[in-house]
């Protein structure tokens, strides 16, 4: 391998600051589609084109025709989360940097590292594979590009296998594959109190704050005990069996290391008589991400403010529906929020969560590439996270494998990103591995007919 070669190229991709959630950076991700389409071309692709947007295309292409070889899909994304806090990154996020054997910068594990290892697998031995891509650049802000194309045009996902690298080991030297992803309902909950804010003085004391009554509603919401008080919220809610439980426990995966070494707090929260790995991946939440509205600049100013709002959002698992939970927070804030106060509920975008079964012959495949390459072959898990075009990629019945090459450590959507530089020499040779064995399978593979 042209490690050289290969590093400076991966470079290139990253520098490229494609955020998709800012529209600022619309030609940026113009430009990274851009990147992607290249590459497909040099990899003999025909076909390849941008669909379903200008500034946030998804990119399609074929690879070349292997008549009787099983059809294998490709999925990724180019965009990438905002760098922001700058000040915490120790070198710039879109100028990639290696130290201590890491490569650091935004996107480099999620997911343009990742992306570029399915690529460059792909090397000129042409695997007996006919490849299809579909590199999306609005996987971080919900996927609403590619939603509507694979509504208007299913046959798109149409293969033996699709594969997505957009995860991580479960812990160094240990590959996994991902058994379910949770969903994501993303919405602004805005409480307004009066016509406009007032002077604390004149009114502090009768009037109502819209800060206090959006704090109070949200508390109701959720319990300090990490209960989420939405009626109905937890009914469809299906906890994981005896064995897979029992499974988790011999995972290299210990509470305390997590909370030290990664969360690097002073305790855990959340449901406590459930274990950490359930709390994080059969469990649904309710989080805060932020709150606006008041007076929050420099200075003292003594008023009441009318309005306020938070964003907010929820993870959710098997067998929870998107449509359902939002009914039910619409509902939950309505009946939570007191009579002299105006509520309201705005949904930005949100995804079913996925399941997938992990036994069939392409995540037998993949699992001996993965011992052939790192000495371990794969361990089932389940996925924290939501990748919101996944049942879309099921949909039509072809066995969507979830992996990923990165490390738990990586600070996805946080300073300081990185890769570890060995994890992407592996991840190139796993699934040069993985095309190569599915490209041995002439028949057998077929999921279809
Ligand atoms: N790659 C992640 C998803 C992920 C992260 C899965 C960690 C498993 C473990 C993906 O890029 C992501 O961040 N998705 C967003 C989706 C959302 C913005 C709709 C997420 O999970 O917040
Ligand atoms: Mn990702
Ligand atoms: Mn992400």
Avoid at 189 to 203: A, N, P, Q
Avoid at 261 to 272: P, S
């Amino acid at each position: 391998m042209d490690q050289e070669r290969l590093l400076r190229e991966l470079n290139e991709f990253l520098r490229i600051p494609s955020i998709s959630t800012l529209p600022a950076h619309n030609q940026d991700c113009r430009a990274a589609a851009e990147w992607v389409a290249a590459e497909l071309r040099r990899l003999g692709c025909h076909d390849v084109a941008f669909l379903g947007s200008d500034t946030h295309p998804v990119v399609w292409g074929k690879g070349p025709d292997v008549p009787g070889a099983p059809t294998l899909l490709i999925y990724g994304h180019y965009d990438v989360q905002p760098p922001d806090p700058l000040a915490e990154w120790t070198t710039p996020p879109f100028e990639p940097t290696q130290r201590d054997g890491k490569l650091f910068a935004r996107g480099s594990a999620d997911d343009k590292g990742q992306v570029f290892c399915l690529l460059k697998a792909i090397d000129s031995k042409n695997p007996m594979v006919n490849f299809r891509f579909l590199i999306e650049g609005e996987e971080e802000y919900g996927s609403k590009v590619l939603f509507d194309l694979l509504k208007r045009e299913p046959q798109r996902v149409r293969a033996d296998a699709v594969v997505v690298a957009d995860m991580s080991y479960v812990a160094p030297g240990w590959p996994a594959v991902y058994s379910t992803l949770r969903g994501l309902c993303y919405g602004e909950i805005t409480v307004r109190t009066s016509k406009t804010d007032l002077h604390s003085g004149e009114y502090g004391g009768a009037a109502p704050n819209a800060h206090e009554e959006l704090a109070r509603l949200l508390t109701r919401l959720k319990g300090a005990d990490g209960k989420v008080n939405i009626p109905g919220f937890y009914t469809a809610v299906k906890r994981p069996s005896k064995a897979e439980l029992a499974a988790w426990k011999k995972l290299p995966f210990n509470e305390k290391d997590f909370l030290n070494r990664r969360v690097q707090g002073k305790g855990l929260v959340g449901l406590k008589k459930y274990s950490v790995l359930e709390r994080l991946w059969a469990l649904p939440t309710f989080e805060i991400h932020g709150i606006l509205g008041g007076f929050t600049g420099e200075g003292a100013k003594t008023v009441i403010p009318a309005a306020a709002t938070a964003k907010v959002s929820m993870r959710l698992v098997p067998n929870q529906k998107l449509a359902t939970v939002e009914r039910q927070l619409t509902a939950a804030v309505k009946r939570l929020a007191p009579k002299h106060v105006t509520a309201s509920v705005r949904f930005l975008h949100g995804a079913d969560p996925a399941q997938i079964k992990v036994d069939s012959l392409p995540f037998q495949l993949l699992d001996q590439a993965f011992k052939k390459v790192t000495g371990r072959g794969t361990v089932p898990a389940r996925a924290g996270g939501s990748i919101p075009v996944v049942p879309a990629l099921a949909s039509a019945g072809a066995p969507v494998i979830l992996t990923g090459i990165g490390l738990p450590d990586d600070r996805l959507h946080a300073p300081n990103e990185k890769l570890d530089l060995k994890q992407l020499w592996d991840g190139i040779e796993v699934f040069r591995t993985f095309y190569e064995l599915l490209g041995g399978q002439q028949s057998g593979v077929r999921s279809r007919g």
